[in-house]
């Protein structure tokens, strides 16, 4: 905890050039300068501030009850968010109702950790088809699972016993967490990629002065292509989409015949 408090103070009096002004002045005792970064909440904040590491960040909070109340304000996390989830998938649906920025970041971080697809997760996906690169869905209606897309006839999938998913007879998908958060589902034949989440207008808003990085990244002409097929699909009641590409129909053909 030490280090901490220590390191964000070295970052601080080094950003600012305190140490400098120290060499060429004697008589200022460097304890009197960290005293006043450590007395003053406005020169505290602007310390942490600085700070990009998380972690470092949540041993600050463990200092004392003023310094967890600066270490978790907005201001402190809303820039460590910015460049965590620059050209990740970001859960936004599930970070809207938290209070703090910090809660959104241990919120993201704690569904990023996770590597299983339950029922409730997969039918809130967009998958892209690897083939002819169109977006399908994973459905679950009326208590049958249906694989759904605009191109081809409604086909049933399941989960197998060995966490692999299996759509119809066709050879079964391993199931793969991305390094941006998003999933991935594979045979032999085809991929299926998931679309980031539609962004949070509101805190895409807010982190947009934070970060020069792009927050939310589509594969090229994806958002279109998402927003065209959900039109598309969007028609039939109570219906939960999730979308597959085209390559299943020509699968269907050349399937040999058993």
């Known amino acids: 905890m030490k280090s901490a408090i220590m390191g964000v103070i070295s970052a601080f009096l080094r950003s600012c050039r305190v140490d400098a002004a120290i060499a060429v002045t004697p008589r200022v005792e460097p304890s009197a300068v960290v005293s006043d970064v450590l007395d003053d909440d406005d020169l505290l904040l602007e310390c942490l501030m600085r700070v990009s590491d998380a972690r470092a960040l949540v041993e600050c909070g463990r200092v004392n009850k003023r310094w967890r109340a600066l270490a978790h304000s907005d201001q402190v996390w809303r820039p460590v968010c910015a460049d965590r989830w620059a050209g990740k998938h970001v859960p936004w649906s599930k970070l809207a109702e938290l209070p703090t920025w910090w809660e959104r970041y241990a919120r993201a971080e704690e569904l990023a950790a996770v590597d299983k697809l339950t029922d409730e997760d997969i039918v809130e996906l967009v998958f892209i088809f690897s083939i002819n690169l169109r977006p399908c869905r994973l459905a679950i209606e009326d208590g049958s699972r249906v694989f759904v897309a605009d191109w081809i006839t409604r086909l049933p999938w399941r989960w197998n ?18 390094p941006n958060w998003g999933w991935q589902t594979a045979n032999m034949f085809v991929t299926l990629t998931s679309l980031p989440e539609e962004p949070h207008s509101l ?5 947009s002065n934070e970060s020069s990085r792009q927050l939310c990244t589509l594969d090229s002409g994806a958002d279109a292509l998402r927003g065209r097929d959900r039109a598309a699909l969007a028609p039939r009641p109570a219906m939960m989409i999730v979308t597959v590409p085209r390559l299943l129909p020509t699968l269907e053909r050349s399937r040999p015949q058993s």
């Not at 805190?203 to 982190?207: F, N, P, R, T, Y």
């Open 161 to 178: 016993a060995d966490g692999s998913l299996q759509v119809a007879e066709y050879p079964r998908h391993t199931v793969s967490r991305l």
């Open 203 to 207: 805190l895409v808003q807010e982190l």
